[in-house]
């Protein structure tokens, strides 16, 4: 994008919940608004669009937010997910930043097979496959990525995902299950898609994933990132709140 667009003005982000109302009911919502009020603080504007089964897909997405469901949810979606398989692949091989939490990162893969032979087909955008377990995977998460540091999380889910070598963990677990039982890592990373299964929500304890988001989709449209130059105050309240926060997460028993 020319610099004669962004000294124009527009400076808008355009962020894209993806199933709101079938797939957001562990506080997935609060990834939207850290992003939104993170793009606030570095001089951008976020237009939040809503997509949900039989809506018109937006033709301009900068950033795409999925959040977690319970498997009824994940079937009322399933055809109209499929029906968009293209279209998302195609967004997240342009390097679209997305953020996709347990339940549609389960979608996101190859398949989920519920613990009842249940087979939900998957869109195929990450290299991964999950089959449903009669154990429920419950508690605080601390794991540490390379990328992002210590992440912080809760999990909730009886699903137990592998990943394929297409993909890469996006942390290993310290405390907490994460993706399965075995393998000791949680979430996974694909180009600018960040998939995990840790709610909370997941982005005001881990600014540094929010950041990267952001930062992807601003250069990705803009050609590159310019934040507006915050008040000195205002950046080192800012620190000290998300370190507050980390490390109250940090101290919590599994």
């Given at each position: 994008m020319s610099e004669d667009r962004i000294a124009a003005g527009n400076r808008s982000i355009n962020i894209l919940q993806l199933y709101p109302r079938e797939m957001n009911i562990y506080g997935d919502w609060g990834n939207v608004l850290v992003l939104k009020q993170r793009l606030k603080w570095n001089g951008y504007t976020a237009n939040v669009l809503e997509y949900n089964v039989g809506d018109d897909f937006p033709a301009d997405v900068d950033l795409l937010v999925g959040g977690g469901g319970q498997d009824s949810g994940q079937v009322v979606i399933q055809e109209?997910?499929?029906?968009?398989?293209?279209?998302?692949?195609?967004?997240?091989?342009?390097?679209?930043?997305?953020?996709?939490?347990?339940?549609?990162?389960?979608?996101?893969?190859?398949?989920?097979?519920?613990?009842?032979?249940?087979?939900?087909?998957?869109i195929g955008?990450?290299?991964l496959e999950t089959h449903g377990g009669t154990e429920r995977l419950i508690g605080n998460v601390l794991s540490v990525s390379e990328e992002f540091g210590e992440i912080h999380g809760y999990e909730n889910h009886s699903g137990q995902t592998f990943l394929g070598p297409g993909v890469k963990p996006l942390a290993e677990v310290r405390k907490g299950e994460g993706n399965n039982s075995k393998d000791n890592y949680e979430g996974a990373r694909y180009r600018n898609v960040v998939a995990s299964y840790l709610h909370g929500s997941l982005l005001p304890k881990n600014p540094a994933i929010a950041d990267f988001l952001i930062q992807q989709a601003v250069t990705r449209?803009?050609?590159?990132?310019?934040?507006?130059?915050?008040?000195?105050?205002?950046?080192?309240?800012?620190?000290?709140?998300?370190e507050l926060a980390r490390q109250h997460a940090g101290q919590r028993p599994r």
């Open positions: 109209d997910l499929q029906s968009l398989a293209p279209t998302l692949r195609a967004l997240a091989e342009d390097d679209v930043p997305m953020l996709a939490i347990c339940g549609l990162y389960q979608l996101f893969g190859r398949f989920f097979k519920t613990h009842t032979g249940t087979v939900i087909p998957g955008l990450l290299d449209k803009f050609g590159s990132f310019e934040p507006a130059p915050p008040s000195p105050g205002d950046l080192d309240e800012l620190a000290r709140l998300s």
